[in-house]
């Protein structure tokens, strides 16, 4: 029985900021990687963020370089995506991911999926 949780997506004008957060439950431990995708409707599932276990490695998606930053906690079993200076073209679905091995911007290499949180930007 494993579970991600996402929350904090919402409506927000373009320039603002939201802070999302991924809640796991269930055998977490062997877990290392946690990652973002986003996916707008009729679109694919991008990379966004990644991070590794002790958050000593992170990698971002070119588009949100210097916008967005990732953290986790493993005391609470949970990972953060803060995103500051919102564009129209961040709306979308955002998920969460964890894996067994090392941080990658490669999708089916994630092994557990949270159910996703709707982050929309006005412009």
């Known amino acids: 029985q494993v579970q991600l949780v996402e929350s904090g997506g919402g409506l927000v004008q373009a320039g603002g900021s939201l802070r999302l957060s991924c809640a796991a439950s269930?055998?977490?431990?062997?877990?290392?990687?946690m990652a973002w995708f986003r996916q707008a409707p009729g679109k694919d599932r991008d990379f966004v963020s990644t991070?590794?276990?002790?958050?000593?490695?992170?990698s971002y998606a070119d588009s949100v370089k210097g916008r967005f930053t990732i953290s986790r906690d493993n005391a609470k079993n949970t990972v953060y995506l803060q995103m500051n200076g919102l564009k129209a073209e961040d709306t979308a679905v955002y998920y969460c991911?964890?894996?067994?091995?090392?941080?990658?911007?490669?999708?089916?290499?994630?092994?557990?999926w949270g159910q996703g949180t709707q982050v929309t930007v006005s412009s």
């Open positions: 991070i590794s276990r002790s958050g000593g490695i992170t």
């Open positions: 991911a964890a894996k067994a091995a090392g941080p990658s911007d490669y999708a089916p290499s994630y092994e557990y």
């Open positions: 269930g055998r977490t431990f062997s877990w290392d990687a």
